[in-house]
């Protein structure tokens, strides 16, 4: 039982632990601070695997970026807090958990089962150290083998982001027309005026 | 840093069933939850499983494709936050909820 061993177990235990917080919240803020820390606990993975770039990326873009979108996307559509009502589907949570219990049985006793036999590709760490450190190897893996897909993930942000806008944007005239809602979700008297 | 961790490293099997109980319990917030909100963060969730599992394999065969298909996924990821919090947005404008079960215009 080596220290990194150990240390998986405690980050592994932590990160499900956050995510079975984030999914039972009520308070969406509070998910929200949950999922942050299973991905911090998750790059802490990244590290004890040596893929101390993607943990880096992980942190960076995960707990920072997307998560920081999640958040001033909350904040700007002021949604009030879900006390009362039901947060989960009434009919369908059961079976639901116990056919995801199932499942996770069925991956546990097909992995019990599996032995794996490494191929050996190279990259080993004292090869990578070797040549400049895991960022250098990792890029120039990055860029010679996976050129075109990176380009095509460049476009398919760039897709995502003129979606976003196009989605979100309100239409100049006749926009109000297209706003309907249910009768029996009418909107207070008070969000309805904010909103025009 | 290239010393414990080099000589005896992590089975692969831990990763495996750590991303396959990460990946269940994002199942079980895309399945039971009613929050579009908590729907997207088990998206990620279960993404992330993906991730470790990747990152996993690709120490374990000293193979850096593996780690360069997760930035892949992180760009996927990226582009699926901004479309799903963009139709989010759009679906609290017009209909000033956030439960999915509401959403049934289309009698699905």
Redesign the interface.
């Known amino acids: 039982m ?4 150990v240390l ?1 177990i405690i980050f ?1 235990v932590l ?2 632990f956050g ?2 917080g ?2 039972t919240r009520k308070n ?1 803020v509070h ?2 601070l949950l ?1 942050v820390f ?2 911090l606990n ?1 790059a802490a ?2 590290f ?4 101390y ?2 943990a880096m ?2 942190i960076l ?2 707990a920072g ?2 998560m920081v ?2 958040i001033f ?2 904040m ?2 002021n ?1 009030r807090t ?1 006390g009362e ?5 009434r009919k ?2 059961w079976i ?2 116990v ?3 199932l ?2 049985a069925e ?2 006793c097909v ?1 019990a089962t599996m032995t ?1 036999t ?9 090869f990578i ?1 070797a040549n400049g450190g895991s960022t250098k ?2 890029g120039i ?2 860029f010679n ?2 050129l075109l ?2 380009e095509v ?1 460049s476009v ?2 760039l ?3 003129v ?3 196009i ?2 944007k309100k239409e100049k005239s006749g926009g109000e027309a ?5 009768p029996g ?1 009418q ?1 207070s008297a008070e ?1 309805a005026e904010e ?1 025009v | ?2 010393g ?7 089975p ?7 991303s ?3 990946f ?6 895309v ?5 579009l ?2 729907i ?3 998206l ?2 279960m993404l ?1 499983a993906v ?2 599992n990747l ?2 394999f ?8 593996g ?2 298909f ?3 996924v ?10 799903g ?6 679906l ?8 999915v ?2 959403f049934d215009r289309m009698k699905g």
């Open positions: 080596t220290v990194s061993k998986f592994g990160a499900v995510g079975i984030a999914i969406i998910a929200l999922l299973t991905f998750v993975i990244f004890l695997t040596q893929a770039f993607l990326v992980q873009v995960y970026a997307i979108l999640f996307v909350i700007l559509l949604l879900y009502e039901e947060q989960t589907h369908q949570r639901a958990l056919l995801s219990i499942v996770l991956f546990v992995l794996f490494a191929v050996g590709g190279g990259f080993t760490p004292d150290a190897v990792f893996e990055l083998q996976m897909p990176f993930a398919v942000l897709v995502a982001m979606g976003a806008i989605l979100v297209t706003r309907t809602w249910e979700l909107p969000v909103e | 840093m290239t414990a961790p080099a000589d005896m490293p992590i692969v099997d831990w990763y495996l069933y750590l396959a109980v990460l269940i319990v994002g199942a079980v917030g399945l039971t939850r009613r929050n909100f908590i997207l963060f088990s990620e969730l992330n991730n470790i990152v996993g690709s120490r374990f065969h000293e193979n850096l494709v780690q360069n997760v930035i892949f992180m760009a996927i990821a990226a582009a699926e936050a901004a479309v919090l963009a139709i989010a947005t759009v609290y404008r017009n209909r000033r909820t956030l439960m079960d509401l």
